[in-house]
């Protein structure tokens, strides 16, 4: 936000809920300047990429895509993601973006919500490094994410049970993340781990 102003794509199909979501923001009480595209792919080609703080939109847009999502969120690990929820969704798809507004939010509370999103980003992503894992726990995760059991990887990293049960609580509370799914969108979005590492689903 340095710049003044905080620039924030709605990737939005729905002219009736962008236009809605944007009267909402534009009429805080804090500066953003708005881009809305139709599509993800629209963004992902367009050099908007560059321009912008925060991306919002519907988590439908990339359910049946991840890999191109997760290959988007490495190349630009500065930008923020949002998801528009309309309807139920399963929570490792939830997992990829750093926050979620309701469609039924008050306007107060999307306000809100982005707000101190961007408020986060100030002063060197606090946040974020206030979370990072040890070492130690890094180890332990770049196991998990590739499907170890809790003995598999006590006996590769030559510790006991006990310590990778440990260290993997540490890492759920460290994360907010319970699933195997959701750790590993997390590794690959922190570059823990490589997405080449793991099979592609549709080879």
């Known amino acids: 936000m ?3 102003l905080f620039h924030i794509a709605i990737i ?11 009267n909402i923001l534009l009429k805080s009480e804090h500066h953003y300047k708005l881009y809305r595209l139709e599509h993800f792919e629209e963004f992902m080609q367009s050099d908007l990429k560059d321009k912008v703080d925060l991306i919002i939109l519907n988590p439908t847009m990339v359910q049946n895509n991840t890999r191109s999502f997760l290959q988007s969120k490495r190349a630009n690990p500065r930008l923020l993601w949002i998801a528009l929820v309309y309807s139920y969704f399963d929570k490792d798809i939830i997992d990829l973006f750093d926050m979620v507004l309701q469609i039924n939010d008050s306007p107060e509370t999307i306000a809100n919500k982005i707000y101190r999103l961007a408020q986060s ?3 060197g992503n606090e946040i974020r490094q206030s979370e990072q894992i040890t070492e130690r726990e890094t180890d ?6 590739h499907g170890l059991s809790n003995k598999e990887i006590a006996d590769k990293l030559n510790i006991s049970i006990h310590t990778v049960v440990s260290h993997r609580k540490n890492i759920i509370q460290k994360t907010g993340i319970k699933s195997q799914a959701g750790l590993a969108i997390y590794a690959i979005s922190n570059k823990i781990v490589s997405l080449d590492s793991f099979p592609d689903p549709e080879a």
């Open 140 to 145: 332990v995760l770049i196991q998990l994410v």
């Open 12 to 22: 939005e199909t729905s002219s009736i809920v962008y236009e809605g979501l944007a």
């Open 2 to 4: 340095g710049r003044g």
């Open 121 to 123: 980003t100030e002063g």
